[in-house]
């Protein structure tokens, strides 16, 4: 059977998981923060949590737990104040209490939190924490449940507060944008990144498909057409050609290598490259839409300059 031979490592397996609202906030907040794409983060969590079962399983069977020493996982957690929503770093490490139940890979430890008290870094005004940190097996996180609770009364400016959902910076009050002006750059970087090369391959995908079409065909019927971009040539006999600049709306401009003999050729491609990187946009918000929203996408321009 012809095709393209398999990789040793690809990966054909597809699983479809469920998440919650604050799961897929995680989730993308941590993409958005690393620059790991979300099915990497969920191959690296795996991996993590695969290592620390192997290892208890070997210390089973080796018969002396003491010979082993494992990395308890760490009570340090990033949470929201509820008045300005700045982001505050608490230690839970000698709050609440300790307690342990025997299961399957060993002991499972809960970590339980009551009214841990907190002050705001930013604000200054007081909030407590309660909850509870599961680890299982020892090493491994397993879940967890934190909710923190202002002490004071929330005003109404407070309850209306919309924040960046990457940053958590405050926003104006009515902003539609669930984005603030530096995350919404950083958003936009990101599309042009993935839809300059993807453009790019697509119009040089389809221009290649175009021509072994026709070529294939013969000049018996060669007025059939595809649905790629096959420029027509308009005959100019100046002996001059025209290239095309694309610019992006990050700003940056790509004088791409394509060599026409007319500038209506030129535009034609230019076009067929703008829609190309639509169909790119459409792709990547299907296969992502948290990171790729469709209101972030903007389409490129470009100039048609003539060249010697």
């Given at each position: 059977m012809l095709g393209r031979p398999k990789k040793e490592?690809?990966?054909?397996k597809q699983y479809r998981i469920r998440l919650n609202d604050k799961?897929?906030?995680?989730?993308?907040?941590?993409?958005?923060?690393?620059?790991?794409p979300k099915s990497e983060i969920f191959r690296k969590a795996l991996q993590e949590y695969c290592e620390k079962v192997k290892l208890h399983q070997a210390s089973e069977e080796i018969g002396d737990d003491t010979t082993w020493e494992y990395d308890r996982i760490s009570l340090q957690r990033a949470v929201e104040c509820p008045y300005c929503k700045a982001k505050n770093r608490i230690d839970l490490e000698d709050e609440g209490t300790v307690s342990t139940s025997e299961r399957q890979m060993g002991n499972e430890v809960l970590y339980e939190?009551?009214?841990?008290?907190?002050?705001?870094?930013?604000?200054?005004?007081?909030?407590?924490?309660?909850?509870?940190?599961?680890?299982?097996?020892?090493?491994?996180?397993?879940?967890?449940?934190?909710?923190?609770?202002?002490?004071?009364?929330?005003t109404d400016e407070v309850k209306h507060l919309i924040v960046c959902r990457d940053c958590g910076a405050v926003l104006e009050v009515g902003a539609k944008q669930k984005l603030c002006p530096d995350c919404r750059e950083k958003r936009k970087a990101k599309w042009m990144k993935r839809l300059k090369g993807g453009a790019k391959i697509v119009g040089i995908i389809g221009v290649a498909v175009g021509a072994a079409y026709l070529a294939t065909k013969g000049?018996?019927?060669?007025?059939?057409?595809?649905?790629?971009?096959?420029?027509?040539?308009?005959?100019?006999?100046?002996?001059?050609?025209?290239?095309?600049?694309?610019?992006?709306?990050?700003?940056?401009?790509e004088e791409e290598d394509e060599l026409f003999d007319s500038e209506e050729e030129a535009k034609e491609y230019g076009n067929y490259m703008i829609s190309c990187s639509r169909e790119g946009a459409e792709t990547l918000y299907m296969s992502n839409p948290?990171?790729?929203?469709?209101?972030?996408?903007?389409?490129?321009?470009?100039?048609?300059?003539e060249t010697e």
């Open positions: 490592d690809s990966r054909e799961e897929d906030e995680m989730l993308t907040f941590a993409s958005n923060a690393t620059g790991v939190f009551e009214n841990v008290e907190c002050q705001c870094h930013s604000c200054g005004r007081a909030f407590t924490v309660s909850g509870y940190i599961s680890e299982y097996p020892i090493g491994a996180f397993n879940a967890e449940s934190l909710k923190v609770t202002p002490t004071e009364p929330l000049t018996n019927d060669s007025d059939e057409s595809t649905d790629d971009f096959e420029p027509e040539s308009l005959g100019d006999d100046s002996g001059r050609k025209f290239k095309l600049l694309m610019k992006y709306p990050d700003g940056t401009e948290g990171d790729y929203p469709p209101e972030d996408y903007e389409d490129p321009d470009y100039e048609v300059i």
